[in-house]
């Protein structure tokens, strides 16, 4: 039975499939089985999770969205959602407790026993963006001074067979960490070795305190997959796999894809956020950009007296003002990127500079030329008659667009790298200042243009 | 000496200070010194390169990017260039010879010894943006009728220590994968057991022609950190590491956001990238940007009757289309992302279409009711005077604004879903279509809701 035919059963309210799919079959992983309830509305889905035998429950909850695992622990016994809550690995129990605030959070904190409250409580104190909320606290340590075969001994006396026993670390008696040893190395040496004979020497580790992003970043140049992490003073409190910081970097790009397009970051999928807060996280940039953009409205009236003596001027705003903007968007983009990257810092401010100049003008030409021809062939195919004067006004837009286009690349170029000096994100802030300073200083342009070459013409 | 000092030195010639770090410190990781040689000019990262000792070398070129890989390839000896090429691992030898095209390719696949040459053969026959581009072809296999003792003694006089042995396959004699064992589980497990009683019998794997993206999917989707790959047959050839997917996730969002910022995707970063490179992959959006928005003049041509009587109008055309614009692209982005993250199918259209009018008009609403507010307190507070029908041209500058926003939104989102059920990708074409076609309609409405409103009183 696939998907589909399950989720259309689970919607009449027939839960049987769904049971048969989680426990008859073997090969069901449980994050199949949140998919499916993913795929079903909110009430629906919390009915069939409720459904599931209690074993069940607890690996498919790590696997749902934030937005059910509340539901769940909201509809259920005190003592089930204690239960579910205790029995998550230490990483997915402070993604939880992460994603809830104020009361909530107070509330589902008195649903842990004393060691997870704690724990959970002292990770909090992190800040939202750092490594530490991503740790699983799970971790296998050892003494550098026994033998391989005693190592292995004592992990399969103390350790739980889960994916934290990969990588072991070696420690010293106040939990500092000395190295990580993966544990494929235990099987692949003699066994009579001591564990401080097959170590490299080489250890990465991250700060509790580091951003998300530099641990992403850490994991990239270091080829990782898993990294131990440690307070200031070098001791070990947990470790970090890269698939939550795969997650993490997905969430980090997309919110900087939706900035880019001009809203603010969505908490939750598109299909899960709620109407009126779709229309508040937009309606925030638009009214931004709107009253930004006011400002052409005030700029043009300082033209009104030329665009009535030559109305044709007017039909070309709207080319030249999304020439501007579009060579600055280009711009923007690539520098922000560049500089998310690290592959550019404010410090090249210079070389992007010049760079962006020359980039703007030859870009510039390139329209401008086109601009030039467009008029050139309609006014003589009379597609449109632009007066005897044509060849002055296809001039006028020739210079305005290498300006334009010039001066768009290098706002586009700039803003973001002074924004970062001021320590405000580019990426959030860039799209609306170029946009709005472009277009209006466009208009400028343009018409300071058209006022010199068309003087004593039809101006 | 930190990294500055280091490149300092490396420019002026002396190299002596990066072989001091690369050798004298066994803390020293080859990304680090890759990083360094990031840092200077190509020719003198190249001459850095070859003053490194012959081990060393092999390690630093894996982590180096592509540009400076070729260069160091033609320029060092044929023995030389060989050696390192052979020695890669598979995965990182793929990754170079997929980056290079034509001619150059065949050269440099004269580098490689016969078994080396026909796996890269192999690998190479399938598509760009397939998991074989990315795998690594050496991996550990046992029996499932063995004990884990055999097994273990069997990795390790068979097994090199590398990270390809952190998980073991159980394959049937004709390679055919069964499951995978994290390699935790010999050690965690009593040594005279079968590696069939330890076998979990769920395994997920990947094939060999899925994309790249469906592989990033995959592993976030079951928090792998590696992931066997087969062909149809189930035959195992390979395992895909996600610190490698890492990468791949990372220019795939970098190609999106470039795309969206209407710059076609760079091949390699901005500052490497040659000024003219950067031309090309920007004026070719620019330019079709540019004809696409050379409708707006012909539009507005067609309304050149009532801009002359009523200049008034031609003042607020730049804050009407970059409204439509501004809703457009927030729209397009939001569906453009739910979609590339699979929480949206072409399939859902209709809930799309039906929110989107909501919002629209909403959003719409809240611009229009500025709009209106700007026009009054403008004219009684005499900032401008817009004649003595003032408040008809606050209305459809009201009705207009409502209109375009909606217009803008439907559009932008709609554009993206009917881009995707014709198989085209909707990141790449949806910006210019959106832009052009809510520039050009956006001023049709404008006028025509000014047509009525204005005709009988200043048109």
Request: hydrophobic letters at 45%; charged letters at 20%.
């Amino acid at each position: 039975m696939n998907l589909k035919e399950i989720s259309k059963k689970l919607i009449k309210g027939d839960f049987s499939s769904l049971l048969g799919f989680a426990n008859g079959n073997k090969n069901v992983h449980p994050s199949e089985v949140a998919k499916m309830l993913y795929s079903v509305p909110a009430d629906t889905a919390l009915k069939a999770f409720q459904s599931l035998p209690a074993n069940t429950q607890g690996k498919v909850f790590s696997y749902v969205d934030i937005l059910l695992q509340k539901d769940i622990v909201k509809h259920s016994t005190k003592q089930k959602a204690s239960h579910i809550l205790n029995e998550l690995s230490s990483d997915d129990r402070i993604a939880f407790y992460s994603s809830v605030k104020g009361v909530e959070r107070s509330s589902f904190l008195e649903l842990l026993n004393e060691k997870n409250k704690d724990a959970v409580h002292d990770i909090l104190g992190y800040p939202d963006n750092s490594v530490a909320r991503l740790i699983n606290t799970e971790f296998a340590t050892i003494d550098r001074e026994i033998t391989i075969a005693e190592a292995i001994e004592h992990l399969r006396k103390n350790h739980k067979d889960n994916e934290t026993a990969n990588v072991i670390y070696v420690v010293d008696k106040d939990g500092k960490l000395i190295d990580d040893i993966p544990v494929r190395r235990f099987i692949l040496n003699d066994p009579s070795k001591k564990v401080a004979d097959i170590l490299d020497g080489y250890c990465v580790s991250l700060k509790m305190t580091e951003t998300k992003e530099a641990a992403v970043a850490k994991f990239m140049e270091y080829d990782r997959v898993v990294l131990p992490v440690t307070n200031t003073d070098n001791v070990l409190l947990g470790v970090l796999t890269v698939d939550d910081v795969l997650d993490v970097a997905e969430q980090k790009y997309t919110k900087e894809i939706q900035n880019f397009g001009g809203v603010e970051g969505l908490d939750y999928p598109y299909v899960k956020t709620s109407f009126f807060a779709l229309i508040k996280k937009r309606a925030t940039w638009l009214i931004i950009l709107f009253v930004g953009e006011m400002f052409t409205a005030t700029a043009m009236g300082y033209f009104d007296a030329e665009i009535s003596k030559a109305v044709v001027l007017a039909l070309f705003v709207p080319l030249i003002i999304s020439s501007g903007g579009n060579s600055g968007s280009q711009a923007a983009t690539l520098i922000i990127r560049a500089m998310s990257l690290k592959e550019l810092t404010i410090k090249d401010w210079w070389f992007v500079m010049r760079r962006e100049i020359l980039s703007g003008l030859t870009l510039g030409f390139i329209l401008g030329t086109i601009g030039f021809i467009r008029i050139a062939v309609w006014q003589n195919l009379h597609l449109y008659n632009y007066g005897e004067h044509w060849a002055l006004l296809a001039t006028t837009i020739f210079l305005s667009l290498i300006g334009i286009v010039m001066w768009g690349t290098l706002s586009g170029s700039m803003i973001p790298i002074v924004l970062k000096k001021f320590n405000i994100d580019p990426a959030t802030s860039s799209a609306p200042l170029v946009a709005t300073l472009v277009d209006v200083t466009g208009l400028v342009i343009y018409f300071s243009i058209a006022a010199i070459i068309l003087k004593g013409t039809i101006l």
